[in-house]
């Protein structure tokens, strides 16, 4: 078996990019422990608190978001941290330092306490100045910049599954030996798939084209093998890696409650399609490639479109033709 660290330097992966991804797998693998006996340890629930983005954090966001900036403070290669659960930038004790490190710490909040599968998002880009305290726009950069990214899912294992612009490869944690193992390589995204997965509880509040096109996914239709399955977990890592693995598309469309998205650019979106791109599959925010898109601050939301290519373009076709009008 061949160990994540072997790996990356067989793949003459560039020094400082190595350094980076030690920085966050070190403490995903004690939240990965602690995930696992979480019922034992005073981890679970609320930390009656609540984030940038208004929402209530859970007591493992807040230790979680802690472990993740402790531990890439010490990275030599990381000047800044962008996080979920920190409004500003962070900064780290190298602000000279050449890279960001943007992460969600815990995706998938509200899955913690019912034992469902949660995930950690990050994404490495370089900054745009070459010295001093990182500024917003150093991290206002278009996805297609990203030099890593990836995301830790803690399931019934727990799998890293990553690019560096050369595929996307994924790493099993061996828990008792501590070290993550390759465990498959080069993944590809079927290029159609029979899952969608988006919140149907919010229909009503969807554009037209997502409504238009959620019907054609339920419509009868052998030769393109409709109806569709639908599968949402509501951790978008879950839900993301089941249709990575199977083919599918994930859709979190503007809504009339949430007119931008619910998601964010820089630590879900953008890692997302840079991984999607490297296994064959496509995203976007409806109208745009998901990594051309150029944010305008670090926790700007987006509507997503993401999985399978012809699922991708069949659902951004309805948005063409039906419009990202809520009702
Ligand atoms: P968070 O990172 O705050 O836990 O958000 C989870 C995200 C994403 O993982 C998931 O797909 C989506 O929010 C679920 O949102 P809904 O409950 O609105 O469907």
Do not use: W
């Not at 994540?4 to 004690?30: D, G």
């Not at 879950?238 to 619910?262: C, M, Q, S, V």
């Not at 991984?275 to 051309?292: C, H």
């Amino acid at each position: 078996m061949q160990t994540l660290n072997r790996f990356l330097i067989e793949s003459s992966i560039h020094m400082p990019l190595y350094n980076i991804i030690q920085f966050i797998i070190t403490p995903a693998k004690e939240l990965s422990r602690k995930i696992n006996i979480a019922g034992l340890e005073d981890i679970l629930g609320e930390a009656e608190a609540t984030n940038v983005q208004g929402e209530e954090q859970k007591k493992l966001d807040v230790y979680a978001n802690d472990e993740f900036i402790k531990s890439l403070n010490e990275c030599t290669h990381c000047a800044a941290m962008i996080s979920e659960e920190t409004e500003v930038i962070i900064p780290t004790q190298y602000p000279n330092a050449e890279y960001i490190v943007a992460f969600d710490p815990v995706d998938g909040s509200s899955n913690i306490d019912v034992n469902v599968s949660i995930g950690t998002i990050f994404s490495v880009f370089k900054r745009k100045s070459t010295s001093g305290p990182v500024t917003e726009d150093d991290c206002l950069q278009a996805g297609s910049n990203q030099l890593a990214a990836g995301y830790i899912i803690y399931g019934s294992s727990t799998i890293l599954v990553m690019t560096t612009g050369q595929g996307v490869h994924s790493f099993t944690l061996e828990p008792h030996v501590g070290k993550f193992y390759l465990s498959d390589t080069n993944i590809k995204t079927p290029l159609d798939g029979n899952i969608y997965s988006l919140n149907e509880g919010n229909y009503i509040k969807f554009p037209e084209g997502v409504k238009k096109y959620l019907k054609y996914c339920q419509e009868n239709d052998k030769e393109t093998n409709r109806p569709y399955s639908s599968r949402y977990i509501g951790s978008m890592v879950a839900d993301f890696h089941r249709n990575l693995k199977k083919g599918g598309i994930f859709i979190y469309p503007n809504t009339e409650k949430d007119p931008n998205g619910k998601l964010r650019i820089l630590y879900e979106c953008n890692p997302m399609s840079f991984l999607i791109e490297q296994a064959g599959g496509k995203a976007s925010n409806g109208s745009q490639r998901m990594l051309e898109v150029v944010p305008t601050s670090i926790h700007q939301r987006t509507p997503i479109f993401v999985g399978s290519t012809n699922m991708v373009n069949k659902a951004t076709s309805f948005m063409e033709q039906f419009g990202t009008k809520t009702s």
